[in-house]
């Protein structure tokens, strides 16, 4: 049997999603100056939506979205492909910030945002191995199975039912929301969401980074390397890259996420662990792991570390953590030990714009000639659907039932500067390690940040 250190050694050091032959090829640059009515800026989910969205709305609006690599190519490439309708990072963390009665009218938004993300995808045709299969949270120690009551459309499942379901020794319990997340593969989504916009009318530009946002009396100009666009609207779909507008460079902190992808399961294996009806898993923890079948039966793996670099850095040498995989992959023995030895095809990581309200943000700029969506803290695929509305929704000008919620007319408290961003994260991360060790108690830290609206349990 191989070591755990072979097994990784052997993964290719690449998102599992975008290794393949069915990747586009790259777009045109942009090569001269340009005018349009509005402008996206960033093409990953965020930037995507807000131009379909946009085009769909009104078909005469010329819409250009520039990307500064290629599409898709950062968190929209490179997560877990857990497609959630909550807009709020879970039930819990949203009532703690806006109360309940306005929780749960953004649960009943984000579920119509779900339901019209699988809409589109039914109506244009996209191949994104689209399965609203649900999602389980799992319980792994005694504590976590005194959990609060559970909503529409979820069923509590004791330790034999979690494990007919997905058969692991360390589970002891879970909760399974059968409508609420769908799994998909998410770079097929935003090729499919790019060519269905391009189908509507948009230009779409690669590897055209914008270095400056200048305003002017009649339109916004956005510098890139080769050229200048000149917009009547712009909107930031940038994600934790320089979000161009100087106000918001304390909002987000690069919190990296690592994944391990497994070889296709035999059949033998995959009837050793279940799994028939393919939901995604995700453990109870505040250091948790999420885990989910892609469409030709590899396991995704991924979670448990969070780890933030000093100084709030991007580098694509932390997408590599060789520690992080090691301990990804001695958690996935436990779990699955009748996979024991199990080949990993891919590793990888990438950052995640974290947030202290860990929750997407919103607002505009400019006479509302400039808008942004920003600190998703890791549940961005569905929900930046609902952000493009809002972006489009607040450079409109309009009043909306989306605009009216506190999750847009708040705003989280910045971090702080280094070195203080740097002490107070790692004093969380460890907070949160101790308390997962001893069933869940939450030290005078977590409870002081819980105090000032700063708390978060997974």
């Known amino acids: 049997m191989a070591t755990i250190d072979a097994r990784i050694a052997a993964a290719r050091r690449t998102p599992f999603w975008l290794d393949t032959p069915d990747r586009p090829a790259a777009r045109t640059s942009l090569d001269a100056d340009t005018t349009c009515e509005l402008a996206v800026v960033g093409g990953g989910f965020s930037g995507l939506w807000t131009a379909v969205l946009a085009k769909e709305a009104n078909p005469d609006r010329d819409v250009l979205l520039l990307e500064g690599g ?65 999602e389980v949270d799992v319980a792994t120690e005694p ?113 990296y996420d690592h994944v391990l992808m497994t070889e296709p399961l035999t059949e033998e294996q995959l009837a050793a662990i279940g799994w028939q009806h393919r939901q995604g898993f995700g453990d109870s923890g505040n250091q948790f792991h999420y885990y989910r079948l892609t469409a030709h039966n590899r396991i995704l793996w991924g979670g448990y570390d969070a780890v933030y670099h000093f100084g709030r850095k991007l580098k694509a040498e932390y997408d590599d953590r060789p520690e992080t995989f090691r301990t990804l992959a001695e958690h996935f023995d436990t779990t699955f030990p009748q996979l024991a030895g199990i080949g990993f095809s891919h590793r990888w990581g990438g950052a995640i714009d974290t947030c202290t309200r860990f929750c997407a943000f919103f607002g505009a700029a400019y006479d509302h000639r400039v808008a942004y969506a920003l600190g998703y803290t890791g549940l961005g695929l569905g929900a930046t659907r609902f952000g493009a509305q809002v972006m489009l929704d607040l450079l409109d000008g309009v009043d909306t039932e989306r605009t009216r919620t506190p999750l847009v007319r708040t705003k989280p408290l910045p971090f702080p500067p ?36 700063l708390g978060f349990d997974s």
């Open 418 to 453: 280094e070195p203080l961003a740097f002490i107070g994260i790692e004093a969380t991360r460890r907070s949160l390690a101790h308390a997962d060790e001893h069933e869940g108690h939450r030290n005078l830290w977590l409870r002081g940040l819980d105090r000032v609206g």
């Open 143 to 255: 504590y976590q199975l005194s959990g609060p009551d559970v909503g529409p459309g979820c069923v509590h499942l004791d330790k034999d039912s979690v494990r007919a379901e997905l058969n692991s020794p360390t589970f002891l319990g879970g909760v399974w929301d059968k409508r609420g997340v769908a799994m998909l593969d998410p770079a097929k989504l935003a090729w499919g969401l790019a060519e269905v916009a391009e189908r509507l009318g948009v230009r779409i530009v690669e590897q055209s980074p914008v270095r400056e946002l200048r305003k002017h009396a009649t339109h916004i100009e956005l510098v890139a390397d080769r050229g200048s666009v000149h917009a009547q609207r712009v909107a930031l779909a940038t994600n934790i890259f320089p979000p161009l507008l100087r106000r918001l460079r304390l909002y987000c902190v690069p919190v």
């Open 70 to 134: 290629r599409l898709a190519w950062a968190a929209s490439g490179r997560n877990g492909g857990f497609c959630a309708a909550s807009l709020t990072h879970g039930y819990d963390n949203g009532v703690s910030r806006f109360g309940e009665a306005a929780q749960v009218e953004l649960d009943r938004l984000g579920m119509a945002n779900l339901d019209q993300i699988e809409a589109t995808v039914a109506r244009y045709g996209i191949d994104c191995d689209f399965e609203r299969t649900g």
